[in-house]
């Protein structure tokens, strides 16, 4: 007889659910214990021993763990930086397909990258997880759905719009030249547009909704309107839909169409979404859409780490999870793994008085390390000089560069350290807006740039940028565009295009320094290196105009500056160099700088932490080792032809 259905060596179960501890079946002749003194020693006996390794939950703090087994629906788990949110949804799914509380041919995993989608559907892989897990961003799933709609009752697949300035651009240049030269670029009002359709706001209510919440417009509201209204009547005229609309449609379609909405929560039966603090009024539309009347919900995210405010998400259904899902719980995971006690300490410091819910200060795990530390310099280039120093220092010291990397506001600080770098011949892997200047398509670009202006001399930089945006059509135009605002922004009224080219001509000359192994020192902004971590990490450029940025004017916007700060400063494993420059050189001009009205906080925590203490002369003879064996890098290619001329 076996109790309960229960086979031998299989985990004891009770009433159909998994016993709190693990027990393990044998049978009594096995066993020199008081059972086998039973009249009949083949009858099976339920044996206490050691409770059995469980691989996904062993290795969990109670917090941790208490998130995984949880059985409440809707759940929240608030992760902080660094206390293992990834692991904590992957186990919490994986855990549940094993318990039989979730199947794995209906869990949808969302999330807000490619790349978090792929680790997920890794990780889960390398969990044994059954079934074959669904995972993707809001926009790549909504598509999927609606292409699947389209198929199932023989209609045309929606034709998606990659680019909205393909029909922008030419609304705005029918205006007249003079009236596109003054807007603020195509591409502006393109992110004007995203913003209000991701805030459920409609051409109509848009100058109520920008006036609602105090927000910083390129152009008048009333003219970014209009171009809205007439936008969307040419989009629907061309039979086209943008990515939003792509999110707007499917909760269209599974709102109005019972027998459509019965197949989606059919196959969509246990939701799972990352990162949730990012998420739009449209993407909680469409999660609402999703769910119906089933309350299988788990969300993951931070308050503390809300940083897209800008362009439409809104943590409140985060920070209020039981107000916005009645009847839920929230769980907080409350220690950092990631970083050492005095780095917690420094990004915490960072948040002020935000709000952030439920969400707890997290306990550092690791034992204590280096003081972080907060320096000004005379200038910029005195300060990328610096960096790059102390990077080379930490590359001789044992620190590989791939574990290294600099952070800083904009993209347009990044030149200045690529050139530092170069100079003192550290290898690098820039951003996004070095790589791409290289690019043959992105020098066709400049060229074409220089052509217009040659043609229109005085032409200021910002009308060129409006006419090439509605002119040109190639993916890197998004990205060119973007570099154009941030330079304009540095610049104002000295900007012109030969500046512009300079500025992207250094980047792009350096943008292939990394060693032979294709690592290097990580050159990012704040916004970008969300989701990573290094062992060393300079947060650069703690000023006054950059930190908080400039146009941060409301409450609510130096608030999400607060968060970016934090989101910087909680990269760090090891050590964390803050800086500042006492003055800041343009293309054509110097400017006096202030320091952040942020470092205040951080100093008195970084003065105040705890540091480890290692015996000097035991340091020194761990340096002399690591510099004995240390070969400098090779300089850089171009570097290398400049000396031998």
Known sequence: MQPLGAREGKPFECAGRRAPRRFELRRS????????????????????????????????????????????????????????KTRVLTRRVAYRVREGTADGRHVLAVTFTRRAAGELVARLGALGTEGPISAGTFHAIALAQLRRFAAERNREAPRVLERKARVLGPLMTSRGREAAAAAAGVSDVAAEIEWAKARLVAPERYELAVRAVGRRVPRPAAQIAELYARYEVEKRRRHLVDFDDVL??????????????????????????????????????????????SRDLTVVGDPAQAI?????????????????????????????YRST?????????????????????????????????????????????????????????????????VLFRTNAQSAGFEAAFARRGVPFRAGDASRFAARPEVRAMLDWLHRASAEQPGRPLA????????????????????????????????ADIAGFATWLDVAGASA???????SGVQLVTFHRAKGLEWDLVFVTGLERGLVPIAWATTPEARAEERRLLHVALSRARDELRCSWARSRAGARRTASREPSPFLGALEHEAVAARVETRPALDHLAELRTTLAAASPPAPPVHRARRLRR
């Open 248 to 293: 707007r449609t499917t909760a269209d379609l599974i709102e109005g169409d019972e027998t459509l909405a019965a197949l989606v929560r059919f196959r969509v039966r246990h939701l799972f979404v990352d990162e949730f603090q990012d998420a739009t009024p449209l993407q909680l539309r469409v999660v609402r859409a999703w769910l119906g009347e």
């Open 29 to 84: 002749e096995d066993y020199s214990g008081p059972f086998s003194r039973l009249p009949s020693a083949s009858v099976a006996a339920a044996v206490y021993r050691r409770p059995v390794p469980d691989a996904l939950l062993d290795d969990l703090d109670a917090h941790q763990r208490a998130a995984v087994v949880s059985t409440a629906a809707p759940l929240a788990i608030i992760a902080p930086a660094g206390s293992g």
């Open 512 to 518: 292939d320094t990394a060693d032979a192994s294709g």
């Open 341 to 405: 006690p005095a780095i917690v300490g420094v990004a915490e410091a960072a948040l002020g008085s935000v709000e952030t819910g439920a969400r707890e200060r997290p306990a550092a795990v690791r034992p204590d390390g280096a003081r972080p530390l907060i320096v000004a310099y005379p200038d910029a280039e005195a300060e990328a000089a610096a960096i790059a120093d102390a990077c080379w220092r930490a590359y001789a010291d044992g620190v590989p560069w791939s574990h290294m990397a």
């Open 463 to 494: 009308h060129l940028l409006a006419d090439f945006a509605a002119d040109l059509d190639a993916p890197a135009t998004e990205e060119l565009l973007e570099q154009g605002r941030e330079y304009l922004a540095v610049e104002g009224d000295g």
């Open 308 to 336: 897209y405010g800008f362009a439409g998400a809104d943590a409140a259904p985060l920070v209020e999870f039981e107000r916005a899902f009645p009847g839920s719980e929230t769980i907080a995971l409350t220690r950092n």
